[in-house]
């Protein structure tokens, strides 16, 4: 293969290391930029949730991959098209957001990945797409490329995709999985509360299927104060988790400005 350049994160997943990142919600090259620069190993451009969408999503991957962070996609739906753009984008990871059955991750697997094409179900192939550097790479190192290096991630958000998870975990082609824990408890109508005793309860049932099939999965560690951060990110990797989300340019944005703002408040 003469494509040049690997996946940093699927490489050091395989490598049994941790790898962190950050979700930018905001239509921010800035943001993608000072996460690298902060050291960070990947940033999630969310299209489900955020501002990113169609070629500003693209002007976010291009200025990850000029400063050295890899770009995943977090699409907005489980659309082939949707999916298939992301890859040709030159996103190296896409996440599917509230896959709930096997079939569902069949689906994305075949919009993602030339080699796992089924019946009504394949991407379309185009040669001069940006991934392929507008095609000054052989097809063939492509789609090699593509096959080994963009890794696929399925969330699961909803108590159907619970229920579905061995079968999801056992599709080829699904590279790594997340739970969706804000999705899931406000389907069990917790009121938003994703780390109380009833969601515990869920996560373990979670982590046991995921220990099982030997699947990577991405975990979240709220910001907060270092030391809870640092138990948090201790316990998790115990448990097995590589990949881990610090949270949002958003959320982290607000909680900076809020500690900067609290000196000059007055005391309760």
């Known amino acids: 293969m003469t494509y040049p350049h690997a996946n940093p994160l699927k490489e050091r997943v395989a490598a049994g290391e941790a ?23 990947y940033v999630i451009l969310d299209e489900e949730h955020g501002a990113p969408s169609g070629a500003r999503t693209t002007a976010l991957i291009r200025a990850a991959q000029a400063c050295g962070i890899v770009p995943i996609v977090r699409v907005a739906d489980q659309d082939r098209t949707a999916l ?14 509230d896959v709930r059955s096997a079939d569902q ?17 394949g991407r379309g192939a185009c040669p001069s797409v940006r991934a392929a550097r507008h095609g000054a790479v052989p097809w063939p190192d492509y789609t090699a490329w593509n096959d080994r290096y963009v890794q696929l991630t399925v969330l699961i958000e909803s108590r159907e995709g619970l229920r579905a ?16 824990r804000f999705d899931l408890a406000h389907e069990l109508g917790l009121n938003g509360d994703r780390y109380g005793a009833a969601m515990e309860a869920v996560f373990a049932q979670f982590l046991a299927q995921v220990s099982a099939a ?3 999965w991405f975990a979240r560690v709220a910001p907060g104060p270092q030391e809870h951060m640092r138990e948090a990110y201790a316990r998790l990797r115990r448990q097995g988790a590589c990949m881990f989300t610090l949270g949002s340019d958003r959320e982290l944005l607000l909680k900076s400005f809020r500690g900067a703002l609290a000196p000059m408040q007055p005391s309760a």
């Open 105 to 121: 991750a069949r689906q994305a697997v075949a919009a993602v990945k030339f080699g796992h094409r089924t019946a009504g179900a």
């Open 19 to 41: 790898a962190c990142g950050i979700y930018v919600q905001m239509d921010s090259v800035d943001a993608v930029e000072i996460a690298a620069a902060a050291g960070l190993d």
């Open 165 to 180: 998870l061995d079968e999801i975990l056992a599709v080829p082609g699904v590279d790594a999985v997340a739970l969706g």
């Open 84 to 97: 298939r753009r992301a890859v040709e984008a030159g996103a190296a990871g896409i996440y599917v957001p």
């Open 214 to 216: 030997g699947m990577p």
